[in-house]
């Protein structure tokens, strides 16, 4: 398809394991984003890249979340030493301009994480 | 700090009828109000958005109406269909530094029925 797409679907994984998420934008997208979706909750931004630098990563929760974008298309969301409190649909959106102010993101379906 | 608050948190119209969720921000510096739509398992998607400079956007059968000086925002849908069932956000961005977060309101499941 030609949408942005987010692997694994689901990912249940225990209390301290180190997770790996991946997100394919829509091909042509520069900017990138990441949004971590708790249940009930709006989404809440995470990082930001245009390109294959961390253009905003103010809302990474702490050093234990880290995200890469090496080649400005494919980004993997890192996080290690999981805690419970990680447990959240984690969602990647791309866009074609540099601003999700003046464009539209194109969201994933999302991963959802949970740790046991 | 919640930056943009919604309500009602969730919200039954019959067939027909005109749903209105509603939304309140504090930070002035906003400049760019998106309301998005999520299905169950499916990321969300952008419906209609509107900026500062005009108080209402009409499309189809979605309307924002913008009030500045309040610093409220609200979604209208007319001749709810039950196809509209789904959850919906309010957010907000700003255009300076911060251009690329979104802030989203906590969301209103909307359950349209027949």
């Known amino acids: 398809g030609a949408g942005v797409s987010q692997t694994p679907s689901n990912k249940v994984t225990e209390k301290g394991k180190y997770v790996e998420l991946r997100c394919d934008p829509i091909s042509g997208h520069t900017a990138l984003y990441w949004y971590r979706q708790s249940l009930g909750q709006g989404p809440e931004f995470l990082i930001y890249f245009q390109g294959t630098g961390a253009a905003d990563d103010s809302g990474l929760p702490n050093d234990r979340f880290f995200a890469v974008r090496p080649e400005g298309s494919v980004s993997t969301l890192k996080i290690q030493r999981t805690e419970r409190g990680d447990s959240a649909v984690y969602l990647c959106?791309?866009?074609?301009?540099?601003?999700?102010?003046?464009?539209?993101?194109?969201f994933g379906e999302g991963s959802r994480l949970t740790v046991l | 700090q919640q930056q943009v608050k919604q309500s009602p948190q969730s919200l039954i119209v019959q067939k027909g009828g005109i749903s209105i969720i509603n939304c309140a921000y504090e930070?002035?510096?906003?400049?760019?109000f998106p309301w998005y739509q999520q299905f169950p398992g499916k990321g969300p998607a952008l419906l209609i958005a509107i900026r500062p400079d005009v108080s209402e956007k009409k499309e189809g059968r979605f309307t924002i109406s913008f009030n500045k000086s309040a610093k409220q925002f609200s979604l209208h849908i007319m001749d709810s269909q039950p196809g509209d069932s789904a959850t919906y956000f309010c957010?907000?961005?700003?255009?300076?530094?911060?251009?690329?977060?979104?802030?989203f309101g906590t969301g209103t499941r909307l359950q349209v029925t027949l």
């Open positions: 957010a907000a961005s700003t255009s300076g530094g911060t251009a690329s977060k979104l802030t």
């Open positions: 930070n002035t510096a906003f400049d760019y």
């Open positions: 959106a791309s866009s074609l301009t540099r601003s999700a102010n003046t464009g539209e993101l194109f």
